[in-house]
């Protein structure tokens, strides 16, 4: 049984700032599981057991080597997209976290290319197919 193949999945996603106008994100590598060669936030599946919060915590710690400052609930987006001509159901909750910009680092170099940061002003063109839905949804809170 695989998540979000065999039965919906439930993951976060989550939107790290500065404070002052500036958010992280990855470009993702040959070995992520999709959407190789782009840029997105981080995120994760919720393992057993694990609340949304502890989540996002662990998710930052390993792709980041950051800790969450603070850690603000945004919503849920359900997203349906195909991996490898598979569809795909995942519920993603998504998060606001303050981050320390002198913690960020690629702490996943086997997973994500590099590490970047960025405004609303000077997004890539090549972000993942969930992203710009994501900002859309939630940017009047993400400042």
Sequence with gaps: MKK??????????????????????GRRSKNARDEHHRWDLGGGGIEFGESAEDTVRREIQ???GAEAKTCEFLGY??????????????ISLGFKVLV???EIRNAEPHMCDEVRW?????L?????????KFLER?????G
């Design 4 to 25: 979000g193949h065999d039965y919906i999945g439930v993951g976060v996603t989550f939107f790290c700032h500065d404070g002052a106008g500036r958010f992280v994100m």
């Design 62 to 64: 390993e792709e980041y």
């Design 77 to 90: 987006d359900d997203v349906h997209r195909e991996q490898d001509g598979d569809p795909t159901h995942w």
């Design 100 to 102: 320390d910009p002198s």
């Design 118 to 122: 960025f405004t609303f002003d000077d």
């Design 124 to 132: 890539p063109e090549d972000v993942h197919s969930q992203l710009p």
């Design 138 to 142: 939630h940017k009047k809170r993400l």
